[in-house]
């Protein structure tokens, strides 16, 4: 046993320390720190310094820019990311379609595809959730069908985050309806939003804001060569795919920010005689979730120092529903400590309350998402439940 | 960075974990729990051959120079079984502070006779009335011509009835807390035992000038306390995450056996559901209790990690000790049946060395001195 980072993951970590936090303009990450909405083409900017440094990708195949990191190495890259609060690569590009086409795809996919999505040069949304397929993925309907060399998709997908900035979409279409089992009647398949037939319209948010849209596909016309691996294979695409989604979403730095920042501005409110962070029930309840947040981020330590074999790891359901849970509860507070300040709503510089605290209920009720979407946090318990207890 | 036992350290394990599953099950344990001195001098005499009640101490003592992995490793099998005999309370502890300040002729004429588990200790340190962290003792040492005595009253002391030899803290004249060795035939020494709610034993010791023979070179021994403290915290909580796993154990399959309704009752998912966040809560203390250990094995004996971690096993403990018993229903709340056992040590390691309570107090105190907290 031996918690300690070796001499050479050390220096590893203050490379990447140093990289995120000289080379990565500090006015965005200022602001995605406050929980500002970044836009398309700040988000690119990142992306693209990160591709250039080849720090964008490290988990793809190393002929495809990725590196041959160790997952320690990978958990301090993605660590120290968050904590100097460097917007992630977009996680639909990198997390998501880029390692199923590296895995899956033909060598023309794998040439068209995987350089303009790890640099952002194609921005990818994602096509699998329906109005009537949530956390039971499988019984989505919308349909491809052949016709000649293409495919013909009519349907409609939901809850697609950012596909208002995006140029592509990947998307989980029925191509066998009458498969013995619905999971065996799904293909993978890749469209340009450009074809015509699609329509994207926006879902506003209890946030007050725009992340996510439906898609409409009518008589929409793909050619063959944009389908995925092998026709009827794409659930074993999409289990392979939200795999990787789901170690993505323990967020531990994401949450430290939050924590240390609602304790840094904790140390600016008056309350009585003193601050509200002297406040013993308040410092009570930081301790709690800091110490609540150290038991997941050594967790899921545990969790990267046994996956050097490489195979999902079932406990990476527990970093999923836990991680969200103190994604959550971090926000929240946050929220708590701005107080009366949290009430104005996008009102400018010009008033006494502060951005972050403007940002802080929106953010909370954004962050009710997380524990809903990538398998939700009652999906998570099932998964435990079935897989690692054997109920 | 690396959270496995070596291949030494398994086999450690596993032989603890034999030997303790071929002396209990639950209607052993409760035989012997129900029968003075509550735990079972065939299954003693067995973990001294194999050097468990030698692990801590170094070579020259004749022990075998274990750290707190192998304690830790050993512990977890002790919860896992419930074994009722006394490994900290009578030989880890006290003989730790032995080993650690004692002059060489106390260690030399002590600590054999532990190794071999014919001579018994016990820390005689908590006092009545008072919660950890405790700085001060009302207990009190005196030197007189004939040597020192002590004056005061320790409980609860765990196993402190069957101690052959004790070690007692107490105020010094001059300041500062002092360690002594006391034998069981003192003068003036009263001992009133008593069974706990867990099945353990404990004392009441009341010292009224006591003759006592100050250990090591004597002068204030509350650093020496102090890590004393944070290694039993590391112990406890690694046998508290042994017993929290059997009771989930335990209460995963009875989901998967009992039936109701016409069907075992791991159909429903109201019940899957909470076994489920049982799993979490049980790993996320299991992490905990490693970073306690693992610190200590890297040499870092901080009481503010011992917090961290014994507030996560208190936190874990508790809903996973109560869902137990509420997920097995009524079998659960019988003495027959050993879930309830499980809950009853655990609530009593809860409340030994700072309960869940008194830690968030300690670490919310100090949230305004860092920036953030994190494993590395």
Redesign the interface.
Known sequence: ?????TDEELAFRDEMRTFFRTKIPADIREAHARGEDLGRDRMVEVQQILNAHGLAVPHWPVEWGGKDWTP?QRHIWLDELQLASVPEPLSFNTAMVGPVIAAFGSQEQKEKFLPATANLDIWWCQGFSEPEAGSDLASLKTRAVRDGDDWVINGQKTWTTLGQHADWIFCLVRTDPDAPKRQAGISFILVDLKTPGITVRPIKLIDGGHEVNEVFFEDVRVPGENLVGEVNQGWSYAKFLLGNERTGVTQVGFS??R??QA??HA?EVRVGNGTL??D?FF??R???L??????????Q??V???SADGKPNP?SS?LK??GSQLQQASVELLMDVAGPDSLPYDAGSDIASASWAQHSAPTYLNYRKVSIYSGSS?V???I???S???? | MDFELNDEQKLLRDTTKDLLTRSYDAEKRNAIIDSDPGWSAQVWKQLAEVGLLALTFSADDGGMDAGPVEIGAVMTEIGRRLAPEPVLDAVVTPGGLISEAGRAEQRSSILPGVTEGTTLLAFADQEPGIRWPATERATTAVKGHNGWTLTGIKNPVGHGATADILVVSAALPDGGVGLFLVKSDARGLVRKSYATHDGLRAAQIEFTDTPAEVLGEGGDASALIQAAQIREQAALCAEAVGAMEEALRLTTEYLKTRRQFGVPLAKFQTLTHRAADLYVSLELARSMSLYATMSLADGVVDPVIASRVKLQIGRSARLIGQEAIQMHGGIGMTAEYPVGHYVSRLVAIEHTLGSTDDHLRVLAGGVAGYEMVGAA
């Open positions: 046993m031996n918690l300690a980072l320690v430290k920010v924590l240390a304790k840094a140390a962070l002297e013993p410092a009570a930081l301790a709690e800091e110490n609540e947040l150290l038991a997941l981020e050594l967790t330590l545990r990267v120092a046994s406990a527990l529903l836990r009652e998570q318990r099932s435990i439940a079935s690692i207890l054997g109920l």
